[in-house]
């Protein structure tokens, strides 16, 4: 279906749940919390499905959007999910209309309306709410802007595109405070955070000139930071940042005698076939596993399967 | 004046010699190279001064582009240039056309191009360089977005308006490689850098319940994380990346027993009333000065007027 039938649909009818998808990000959860601003503005009932794994980050952003407990929706809307294996923990029910952008979107609605070439689903929404209401207030552009923001990495990751830019533009005359939210959302960290990424740098190992990079987490350096799961979004990242890598390892101690690996390359060897020698699986370029063996063990095996794979 | 008239005096012209500032930036570069090669393609004449300070990450970009030791321009141009105290060392000619986006623009030139709400000079290039050849080449979009994308912090910057997203946008549809350039520029660090970053960051200490953070740079780190001036990009924002920051402090030993200072706050108090103190001003939000004192008394003396001044 287009973007004008999900519009007619949604005026003809009332009672809306929104659904927001597992480990929420900023892209379902602004897109969600933009779409239910405008739903009341058109006079309807609707509100955000409580998504138990709001982090703190989010919270304030959705947090007056949330069903009283005594709402009884007609209509279930899911923004920025996938699959049915991504609704939101203790949610159970079908879905009616499916608004998204990832290409692998298995259309587990009874109505689907999927853009994959949106770098965010929130670029979906910003055309949607105009359609619905005939304009953007600033309190929606805000949180498109978190949508979109945040799936881009402010714009820096692959996937921003001119329609991207666009759509920030337009967000930004609708009245976005991208200078308040950029602040928060990418110049602003944790200190057990901060202290990680600190013994994560200092720590770091290389192998082959530097081309090779290993980031070690232990169970230790976590305890000594403070950090929790939520301080660990794409750490795998950190050991890539070095010039001149071209494989980058991370080993993360999940328990004692465990250590899950995270291994990116630039193609210089597989890293499915790395990790695969190890159980485990992904892509070319980004692939991972599990190992039972300290992270000292973990990090001498890999360095030896790399080494036989360069090619 | 205005930009059609730039690009008349241009067109009936020839032999320019493209100056870049002091300590130079992806913006004052990009836009310098990016120029120079669309009036190449005019059959023009063209090259850059060679800027001896042109640090490693940016040399690969403008290297194609200095001018021919032989080469005897009949007129200089000033790109993203404030003033003739930022004109490049060993310059000192006088300058025929300034292009420049900074309100305390001196106009030094003969002929002064000024747009002070631009976030980059290179937002200027981008508008001159159809002027001049109809259109914009794919090489001249690379060098233009690492003017924009760098001035903007990747668009994460308080100076990113809807006309530097739509510029952007012009630019990718241009055939700007944003994915690989924004890995270069923005998702790469030295090794000693990210040491650096490490040892800051696992140093970091606090105050008043974390809203005053401060960051200490010792001779022995720079020296241990094998650290140079190129290595210190920004280094005073660190600090302040902690959450609930209010007052950050970044101290920084130049020689043993000298320290230089910078202090950024959110208002709550004044950090050029601050180092006024000792000799240093700046701003209300951001300010510094010099102590002759080590790193430790440095901090301690800091701290203490932070305390007699928090409002």
Excluded at 22 to 41: E, F, N, Q, Y
Excluded at 44 to 57: C, F
Excluded at 255 to 269: A, I, M, N, Q, Y
């Amino acid at each position: 279906m287009g973007l004008h039938e999900c519009a007619a649909w949604i005026r003809e009818n009332d009672s809306f749940l929104l659904l927001t998808h597992r480990r929420p990000d900023g892209d379902t959860l602004g897109s969600a919390a933009a779409l239910c601003h405008a739903l009341k503005r058109l006079g309807k009932q609707a509100w955000l499905y409580r998504n138990p794994e709001v982090t703190e980050r989010y919270e304030p952003f959705v947090a007056s959007y949330y069903a009283p407990a005594d709402f009884r929706p007609a209509y279930f809307i899911a923004l920025d999910i996938a699959d049915v294996t991504m609704l939101p923990k203790g949610f159970d029910g079908s879905v009616d209309l499916v608004l998204d952008h990832h290409g692998s979107n298995s259309q587990f609605g009874l109505m689907n309306e999927v853009r994959p070439e949106a770098a965010a689903c929130g670029e979906l929404i910003l055309d949607l709410i105009p359609l619905l209401c005939g304009n953007l207030e600033k309190e929606e552009a805000d949180l498109l802007y978190v949508a979109v923001s945040t799936d881009t990495g402010c714009f820096c990751y692959g996937n921003t595109t001119a329609d991207t830019f666009r759509a920030a533009a337009e967000l930004y005359e609708a009245g976005a405070d991208n200078r308040r939210l950029n602040k928060l959302l990418f110049r602003t960290s944790s200190r057990p955070r901060l202290m990680l990424e600190g013994m994560i740098y200092t720590g770091l190992r290389s192998a082959r000139d530097g081309a090779v990079n290993v980031a070690v987490v232990t169970l230790d350096m976590m305890s000594r930071a403070g950090a929790t799961e939520d301080d660990c979004d794409d750490i795998a990242s950190l050991a890539g940042r070095v010039a001149g890598n071209r494989v980058s390892v991370t080993v993360r101690e999940m328990e004692p005698g465990r250590c899950k690996v995270s291994l990116r390359t630039d193609g210089v060897l597989d890293a499915s076939a790395a990790c695969a020698r190890f159980g485990g699986g992904g892509h070319r370029m980004a692939a991972g596993c599990e190992l039972s063996a300290t992270p000292e063990k973990t990090v001498t095996q890999m360095l030896s399967v790399i080494d036989e794979l360069w090619g």
